[in-house]
């Protein structure tokens, strides 16, 4: 194995391990800043938009908090992979709901395996991705009606909170850091080469 394959796996394997331990602080944060994230999400969706019959709540910003506010260490937990994954997703979802609306048994699969593929070229795979093309295709009338609406409300206008939400509270105690730096400095350094 060459050096810089072994210094990422060590790094990957001790953000894994980091990631396991039990510590109250990093629960406590974790729970404020998913429940006020996607609090803030349930409420406009139930009080506000469900009076004009708009969609806010997505299945896939829960899974995205999971990653966002618990594994803030992880790759698939920065910023890029966040918004980038949402939004590749639901465009393609969107698209092959339009194209193969009618075989959803077809279109279902097809867009969230069109997906992981344009988030992997992006360099920007962010697993709750997936469940966004998934509901794109099937989430019923509300979500199908919307066209490529789906793709800016719920999805970039959920994401954006949630991403809100966690720069806010990944950053208040000083052991948690948001996005995690090192993962920009590495991508800066890659670039220059």
Same mark, same amino acid.
């Given at each position: ?31 404020? *800043? ?24 997505? *299945?896939?910003? *829960? ?21 980038? @994954? ?43 991705? @997936? ?7 099937? @989430? ?54």
């Amino acid at each position: 194995m060459s050096i810089k394959k072994n210094k990422t796996y060590r790094k990957t394997r001790y953000l894994l391990y980091k990631e396991t331990l039990v510590d109250f602080n990093e629960h406590l944060w974790a729970f404020i *800043g998913s429940f006020v994230g996607l609090g803030i999400i349930c409420f406009l969706n139930f009080e506000v938009l469900s009076k004009y019959d708009l969609t806010l709540l997505i *299945g896939s910003f *829960g899974a995205s908090c999971v990653l966002i506010y618990g594994a803030i260490g992880s790759p698939l937990a920065q910023p890029k992979n966040l918004f980038l @994954g949402h939004i590749i997703s639901a465009i393609i979802g969107v698209t092959i709901y339009k194209l193969l609306g009618n075989f959803i048994w077809i279109a279902a699969p097809l867009a969230v395996s069109l997906s992981i593929i344009g988030m992997q070229m992006a360099k920007a795979l962010h697993p709750p991705g @997936g469940a966004t093309a998934l509901i794109a295709v099937t @989430g019923g009338n509300s979500i199908t009606n919307l066209g490529y609406e789906y793709v800016f409300s719920p999805v970039i206008t959920g994401v954006t909170i949630l991403f809100i939400a966690a720069l806010i509270f990944n950053n208040i105690p000083h052991k948690r850091q948001y996005p995690v730096k090192s993962f920009i400095i590495l991508k800066r350094k890659s670039r220059s080469k």
